[in-house]
């Protein structure tokens, strides 16, 4: 049985899930009319991994015995300009989702709730993995800089690429 405070603490990060996965599918949609398709292919696959993410929490809730609401969500602002602001926001984004993450994880051990906490494990390894694409990918861009052959070459490769797959290379490099 989860804690009133657990189950509301789970629920705003319910909330921060879907939130992340309509953020990313408005910047793939940007990416999308901007002609990045392979960008855009990327994003929709991490719009479509944070849908995942929110689901896996819902089921968490109800498996717990919790009320798990549908969140309403806030209208994305898309505020990029360039392929590379797509990516900044990212890491940007993911970095508030690690810092909700750890918010969280602290709540479950001042309520004594060790269930949870061993559940939360697999996003505090997630986040790792997915600031460490960002970074990885933000690295890449600034070694490209304004060369258009690069960038072709990048959205080529980065539309076959998922979150995990940049994750692992960048910590085998
Ligand atoms: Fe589910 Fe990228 O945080």
Not at 98 to 114: F, M, R, W
């Amino acid at each position: 049985m989860l804690s009133k405070k657990v189950e509301k603490a789970l629920n705003d990060q319910i909330k921060m899930e879907g939130n992340s996965s309509n953020y990313y599918l408005a910047l793939a949609c940007w990416a999308d009319m901007n002609g990045f398709s392979g960008v855009a292919d990327f994003m929709y696959k991490q719009s479509d991994e944070e849908r995942f993410h929110m689901l896996k929490l819902m089921k968490y809730v109800i498996e717990r015995d919790g009320g798990a609401k549908v969140p309403a969500y806030d209208e994305p602002t898309v505020n990029v300009k360039t392929a590379t602001g797509v990516f900044q926001d990212l890491y940007k984004h993911e970095l508030a989702v690690t810092e909700s993450i750890n918010k969280l994880v602290g709540i479950c051990l001042s309520e004594n709730d060790y269930t949870t906490h061993n559940f939360l494990q697999w996003y505090v390894s997630e986040q790792l993995e997915e600031e460490a694409t960002a970074k990885t990918i933000l690295d890449k861009i600034k070694l490209m800089g304004d060369d258009k052959s690069a960038w072709y070459h990048f959205d080529r490769d980065i539309a076959g690429l998922t979150v995990t797959s940049v994750a692992d290379a960048g910590a085998g490099a």
